[in-house]
């Protein structure tokens, strides 16, 4: 088996599990640190000649990290793929069990048993906060309606006002934010990188809590760290005024 993977959550955990099946990564697969294969390009703009040459029998791909035409296209190359799209934790750790054993895992990986344990640890009736996330600025994005990352805040105990609206990631002006009244602005470094000097300063007075980009929107190996990290991230509150 020789997989290609497109998706840097993916690249984590078939790395963490089957390192010898992955042939090719993007740019922006940073874990493992020491990942060793060679690199096709971005996400959404990747070089398919560069894939097509490293002869996959799977390219892994994700309905929000890659475009829809590169799918097609690799499939008009007669490259197979295998798109994933969790909306939930539980959907995402169905989806690594499942494709883990497809590539030829004899058993689970002990990361994804430690997930689903961390997970299901969680205390089942959490304080709960009503917050607003920004992914984006300029313009300004925010988690919607039936995202992974949402679900996972969800658990946290955090209550987003736009997870009711249809659209999955919505993108209000920044009045209609500050108008939600929320308790809490949770900011992650990924994909946009929100640090204490770029983020809070849109909202003086409420507290904001910056937090692993990874760990809330990755699904793979980071799911094991990520309840209790985020946890104290979401408590570690900054407020700028």
């Known amino acids: 088996m020789r997989v ?5 959550s993916l690249t984590e955990a078939v790395a963490a599990t089957l390192p ?11 874990h493992p640190a020491d990942l060793d294969v060679p690199r096709v390009g971005g996400t959404k ?5 560069r894939v097509r040459a490293l002869r996959p029998d799977l390219v892994l791909l994700n309905v929000e990290e890659n475009r829809r035409e590169d799918a097609t296209a690799l499939a008009a190359a007669g490259i197979p793929t295998r798109v994933t799209y969790p909306r ?8 690594l069990a499942d494709l883990l054993r497809e590539l030829g895992s004899a058993a689970e990986p002990h990361w994804l048993t430690k997930a689903r344990r961390a997970w299901a640890a969680l205390p089942g009736t959490p304080v709960r906060r009503r917050a607003v996330v920004p992914v984006w600025r300029r ?13 996972l ?3 946290l105990g955090v209550d987003n ?3 009711e609206q249809p659209q999955r990631y919505p993108r209000p002006a920044l009045p209609q934010l500050r108008d939600q009244a929320p308790e809490l602005v949770v900011l992650p470094d990924e994909p946009y990188r929100f640090t204490r000097d770029d983020g809070p300063e849109a ?3 409420i507290p904001c809590a910056l937090v692993s980009g990874r760990h809330l929107t990755w699904y793979g190996p980071s799911l094991a760290e990520a309840p209790a990290l985020l946890s104290a991230q979401l408590a570690d509150l900054y407020v700028a005024r």
Do not use: M, Q
């Open 4 to 8: 290609v993977s497109l998706v840097p």
């Open 45 to 49: 703009y990747p070089d398919l000649d």
């Open 20 to 30: 010898d099946v992955l042939v090719g990564a993007t740019d922006w697969c940073t």
């Open 88 to 95: 939930t934790v539980d959907g995402a750790l169905t989806e």
């Open 139 to 151: 313009p300004w994005v925010v988690l919607g309606a039936e995202t992974f990352a949402g679900d």
């Open 153 to 155: 805040l969800r658990r």
């Open 203 to 205: 909202f003086p007075g």
């Open 161 to 163: 006002p736009y997870a």
